[in-house]
């Protein structure tokens, strides 16, 4: 059974970085694209960033193109998110979701992920 677990989230003040990890047990972490998506109160579940198996290619929202980075380290079998000169915008649910089939066109669409962990919650106060 895969399973996805976050961490890594708090409340911070406008400006600051925080790094978000994603562990996956249950399946060989090198076969699944990843990506992290989030939900603020309202909202729909919105894509950040993605990263392929093995880590060749990344995407991100516009909204986060060049504050937040997304990586992997297999041996880890961990994804992270590093977020740095955060605004209240960013606030919200931060969701990993992992795929073995996806295509890279469907990166950011949510219903492509078969795997999704709890998510962890990000604050940014102004």
């Known amino acids: 059974q895969v399973q996805l677990v976050e961490s890594g989230g708090g409340l911070v003040q406008a400006g600051d970085s925080l790094r978000l990890s994603c562990t996956i047990s249950?399946?060989?972490?090198?076969?699944?694209?990843v990506a992290w998506f989030r939900q603020a109160p309202g909202k729909e579940r919105a894509f950040v960033a993605g990263?392929?198996?093995?880590?060749?290619?990344?995407r991100y929202a516009d909204a986060v193109k060049g504050r937040f980075t997304i990586s992997r380290d297999n041996a880890k079998i961990t994804a992270y998110l590093q977020m740095n000169s955060l605004n209240p915008e960013d606030t919200g649910l931060y969701f990993c979701?992992?795929?073995?089939?996806?295509?890279?066109?469907?990166?950011?669409?949510?219903?492509?992920?078969?795997?999704w962990g709890q998510g962890t919650q990000v604050t940014v106060s102004s």
């Open positions: 249950g399946a060989t972490f090198s076969r699944y694209d």
């Open positions: 990263i392929r198996k093995n880590g060749s290619t990344t």
């Open positions: 979701a992992a795929s073995s089939t996806l295509i890279l066109s469907a990166m950011t669409t949510a219903s492509q992920y078969g795997y």
